[in-house]
């Protein structure tokens, strides 16, 4: 639920910057053969100054400026809906050849995808740096990434929200199986078909991120999908025999949906408003963060299962999933209707700022 995911373009006075020009001619090329009605052209990203920072509903190009000054893809709703589709998948590598086959079958994936890593040939070329002879440690890095992230209130809010969903929604996929399997007694590709139906509502949530931020706002609807939309995954627990134990992928439905939609607004906030070379530190930094609480979140979710039980501890799960949208809530995303895209502050050159 955690866990990256658009605004539309902005128009700025005066000149821009060689490398928002550059962005802008980029973005444009691209997207040229979707344009709108009455020959205007797509929404991109463009940053404004400050004091005339405006707001956009959604990008028709989510594309966002990067260290060399190109578009690169915002993060949307691909990246988070596959692992969902991978359950799928092995739970019927499960049906059709056993539990060590699919495991078999698992760490055979692996070891394709470092051979394709090792097949490739072409090196990357070191881009010159004016700064190059007095880059800064690894550590100093890390501290300037965090610093940023602390110091923006938006970012500071959606990576706790993002670390306290995971903290809890790893506990929901931990013990879900364990409360399917055990609990009701299903079968294991039922368990898969159950868990899968997480990527329906992720695929669902990136169709209707655009449109939805659109018509209600990106701002607004990144808190009101994780405060309202996420509350149906209070039946998890509620799951039973028969046709209750739909249930269950109704509530997991519910909170992938939400994420999603979250998750496209606060992504594209995060590369919009990030210098282009802090864009690294900042994401780096606040994954750090988000997936820390990951093994956390497993550790905790079992002792509390061995204590109180797994249906007792999916209550707690759930009830903590629904409530991590209250960071969003409590954040200056309240008060706007769109993410707010404005001018980057330029990052330091080297050190702290």
Known sequence: MAQRPAPGGLSRQGVAPPHQNKLSRESSSRTAPGTR???APPCRFRTAPISRTRTSP??????SPTSSGS??????????WRPHSGRACGAGLVALVGAAGAMAADALSFALSAGSLRAVRTRERRRPSAGADRRPRLWAQIREGL?????????????????????FVIMVETLGPVFLIRTLHLRPAMVGLLLALGAVGGVAGGVAARYLARKVGSARFSWISMTVLSLPGLLIPLAGHGWWV????????????????????????????????????????ARWITWGTLPLGGVVGGAL???????????????????????????PLRGMRDI??????????????
């Open 246 to 285: 739909l249930l269950f992928g109704f509530g997991w439905i519910s909170w992938t949906f939400a994420s999603i939609v979250a998750g496209v607004s606060l992504t594209t906030y995060r590369q919009a408003a990030c210098p282009p070379d802090m864009l690294g530190r900042v994401s780096a930094a």
């Open 147 to 167: 610093a940023h992230v602390t110091r923006d209130p938006i970012l500071r809010n959606s990576v706790a929200f993002n670390g306290t969903a995971n903290f």
């Open 37 to 39: 009605p009455g020959g």
């Open 71 to 80: 578009a690169r893809p915002a993060a949307s709703g691909g990246s988070r």
């Open 305 to 331: 299962a061995t204590a109180l039980g797994v249906q007792a501890t999916l209550w707690i799960a759930v009830a903590g999933g629904c409530c991590a949208g209250l960071w969003l809530f409590f954040s």
């Open 340 to 353: 707010p895209l404005g001018k980057p502050e330029p990052a330091p050159v080297g050190g702290m700022p």
């Open 58 to 63: 959604c990008p028709r190009s989510r594309t």
